[in-house]
């Protein structure tokens, strides 16, 4: 009997690196159509960084967690199966993603420059954006999860963001996200009396939502300036 129970154990971590490995794989495969199996295999691996900075986040707050999953042209994401019991520990679990994601872009960038790499600065660029993306504050995006800690309503912020960038690049994916966001945006722009439940899950100390607010704009800063650097040095005829 427990030997049975050990071989279903061990079947189940088996299941979670093939379904990681398995849609990484995929995404590999489908991303290689279009940028080649080089770049296709350096962006994946970007973003498997990005989301094990969750992973590893949320198992330190000790939350269960699913392995990452990853969709061709969405992107990846992980499975809370535990949900935070407070929003200093869902911003946490939601910065360390850029955190790691952009340390990830920076190996890149340093590699290319001093390999004078096209292919490594691309990738490099790749992350610093998704990376920067990602902070748009907006739920369900991980910019959304951190500014929360300083205000639910900083998301009326994100908002004219992403009706800007689908805009200028219009994209299922963004509408995707606004509709995953709209229920976010409409209880930030009420009015109603939030309950007990909510005033202790946001119940911080002003020190906190101070530090956090100052780690995401200074991510997001650095973020910005570092992806226009590269989209610079990226052009025909820059040294």
């Not at 969405?74 to 869902?90: C, F, R, S, Y």
């Not at 995707?176 to 009420?190: C, G, V, Y």
């Not at 007990?196 to 991510?219: F, H, I, N, Q, S």
Request: charge should be positive.
């Amino acid at each position: 009997m427990i030997k049975a129970l050990l071989l279903l154990l061990q079947a189940g971590k088996l299941g979670k690196v093939l379904l990681t490995s398995g849609t990484m794989l995929l995404s590999v495969l489908t991303y290689s159509l279009v940028y080649g199996w080089r770049y296709a295999v350096g962006l994946v691996g970007l973003i498997f960084c990005h989301e094990m900075g969750h992973y590893l986040a949320a198992k330190q707050r000790g939350l269960d967690v699913g392995a990452p999953t990853f969709i061709p042209f969405v992107g990846a994401w992980i499975q809370l199966k535990d949900m935070p019991h407070d929003v200093e520990t869902e911003a946490y679990i939601g910065i360390a993603g850029p955190v790691i994601g952009s340390a990830a872009a920076l190996v890149c960038y340093f590699a290319g420059l001093a390999q004078s790499s096209n292919l490594l600065l691309a990738l490099a660029f790749a992350g610093f954006f998704i990376n920067l993306f990602n902070l748009i504050p907006l739920s369900p995006l991980d910019g959304g999860r951190i500014t929360a800690i300083v205000s639910p309503r900083l998301w009326l912020i994100g908002a004219p963001i992403l009706v800007a960038l689908f805009l200028w690049r219009p994209s299922p994916l963004l509408v995707l996200i606004a509709l995953l966001a709209a229920p976010q945006l409409f209880r930030a722009l009420s009015k109603k009396e939030p309950d007990e439940a909510e005033k202790r899950y946001y119940d911080v100390p002003m020190r906190t939502r101070v530090e956090y607010g100052a780690w995401y704009l200074g991510l997001a800063a650095l973020l910005a300036v570092l992806a226009y650097e590269v989209h610079m040095k990226l052009q025909p005829g820059s040294s």
